[in-house]
């Protein structure tokens, strides 16, 4: 199978590396960065670099990478050239508009939901989408021929692909990422202001948690606020339905965050996909060692840590180390850390 | 010294046992729940139980603990018994109200920011305080002496003695606190809705880490709401113009990103204190012990991570873990990482 990559960063970069090692494809590689196409040559992601996409004539498959804002230019770019049997995909983080866009039955949507934290090929890995939902954006007019290539190619990628219409696709991930990402950047800023440049109290790790993405590669998310405008502005419609209604009856809230709580157990329950998770928390010394020390225990015992979360008290002396484990292993693993002496609920 | 615990759960029975330890003080305990004050006695927590808070006239120090709501006529009944000299003082997390309405000058709120995600003696510790923010809210009619005993008292229990004007304090505490447990809840609610009960699909931690606190202790919160249901209404007004306005630009929102970063970084170096953090992102096959690999590798190495969390992929096959260590650590931190044959960036 021969494939051309167009923008060979890290999402490009890591599909050319996967097809080389996975599914023994000859992958030939372009970008509009001459020297990010070295790199990508340099470190064997690509068989052969490309003067010109117009090179990828003879290509089964052709995948467009880059910023979600140039991938309009590139897929058009890709069908231009393109032979009559080939397949066209890019992985836009956003899908709605690229696919009312283009009309060529050759091209099928994709979004790989992985790995947006860094870029350059660099930072490319064979095995970035292993397990990861690779969402596919099939229309009515879809050959199923070049679905079922593109289906599988993903697949051997080792990736699960996932079929979506393109409108749901972003109504999704506007509400399970990109509004989390503007309300992380509401929270910084209120936090800011309320403080005046003073340090924060120290509130535990919820705060430094529910903020983690606040700021993300500014270039990158503004991108792609502005191409899931539609969705992502239903979504702040109804957060501010909701906040208004919340803000309306503050005395009486206690079923709602009831609700919260059985919502995100129904949410996360289903990711982890090996059944319902529970929460322990430990208060340990903050000392070098004593994560892994609690680690390895669970580790020897053969008990997974599904998640974690550390969070030091103001003086960096003590903290809470909170360990999801499978909720059939919770018991164990509270008795093995309570063998340490440390206090676990 | 003498002094009286009025409601000995976690809050109360961890400053029993910590007065006692640090101070030398002897704690005097009530609760209106017999068993609650019978574990207070059990585990050592305090010196003796009282049959009623009127046995307390002799203490030179009261401290009620409870539930928000209960607060005010706790602090009502220890005014009553307490001697002329004595000091009052309560650990609810909103202030305004309790402080406008108890006028009497041996009375000064407090509020040490810690430990509201377990209750109950059982989980009392005498070192919950340490180097955590306690907060005071003297009035202008506080007796300097009182002030300077009750913060001499905190201080010795280990915590961080900071005076704050009452309305002030609800106002930090609405944007810190409150307000990410309100957004939480709504990023559950909305990513319900948009998957229909579906599982979600592999965002990485993200979501995960951004509704860490969704429906905490319905009952705990739904009394904090409404006891600073002024504040954290103002917080609410706020975050609505906010996204008023985000909604109204989705287009041009790189600049905002952008500082959303910079008040992130500005929030939370100052929190850690100890100089800025660096973020390395490994990516680690999710199996038992890895963690701690990483962990002992930096631990041997003396390298402290202030921060931790994990992310595995759908497949719970591989995992990101992100680890924050001192900024000027981070090159030797991401030599012994790499040296494991890791990816990190």
């Known amino acids: 199978m021969r494939i051309a990559v167009l923008g060979v960063g890290l999402i490009g970069g890591s599909v050319a590396l996967a097809a080389r090692e996975r599914l023994g494809a000859e992958v030939l590689g372009w970008d509009p960065d001459p020297k990010a196409l070295t790199a990508a040559t340099g470190c064997g992601a690509i068989d052969r670099p490309m003067t010109s996409p117009r090179e990828a004539g003879d290509c089964e498959l052709l995948l467009v990478a880059g910023p979600v804002a140039t991938l309009a230019t590139g897929v058009q770019e890709a069908l231009a050239v393109a032979g009559p049997g080939a397949v066209v995909t890019d992985v836009g983080s956003t899908k709605a508009a690229l696919v009312e866009a283009t009309t060529d039955p050759r091209f099928i949507g994709g979004h790989p939901v992985a790995g947006a934290e860094t870029s350059g090929v660099a930072h490319a890995r064979a095995d970035l989408f292993a397990g990861a939902t690779w969402y596919l954006t099939p229309r009515p007019d879809t050959d199923g021929e070049l679905y079922e290539r593109l289906h599988r190619f993903v697949a051997g990628l080792g ?24 309300l992380a950047n509401v929270l910084v800023a209120q936090a800011h202001a309320a403080l005046g440049g003073e340090a924060m109290p120290a509130t535990g790790g919820s705060f430094r948690d529910a903020t983690r993405v606040a700021g993300a590669n500014p270039g990158l998310w503004a991108q792609i606020y502005a191409e899931n405008a539609a969705a992502l502005g239903t979504q702040l419609d109804q957060v501010i339905a909701t906040l208004e209604d919340v803000r309306g009856r503050l005395g009486e809230l206690e079923a709602w965050q009831g609700r919260a709580a059985q919502q995100r157990r129904a949410l996360l329950e289903a990711e982890t996909q090996g059944g319902p998770l529970a929460e322990l928390r430990v208060f340990v010394p903050n000392r070098p060692g004593i994560v892994a020390d609690l680690a390895l225990a669970l580790g ?14 103001q003086d960096n002396r003590h903290g809470t180390v909170v360990l999801w484990v499978a909720a059939g292993e919770a018991a164990r693993a509270g008795a093995l850390v309570a063998e340490k002496g440390l206090s676990v609920t």
Chains 1, 2 share one sequence.
């Open 300 to 313: 020897r015992a053969g008990i997974n840590i599904f998640d974690m979360s550390l969070a030091p008290t």
């Open 159 to 182: 990736a699960v692909p996932t079929a979506i219409e393109h409108h749901e696709h972003d109504r999704v991930l506007a509400a399970v990422s990109h509004l989390p990402h503007v």
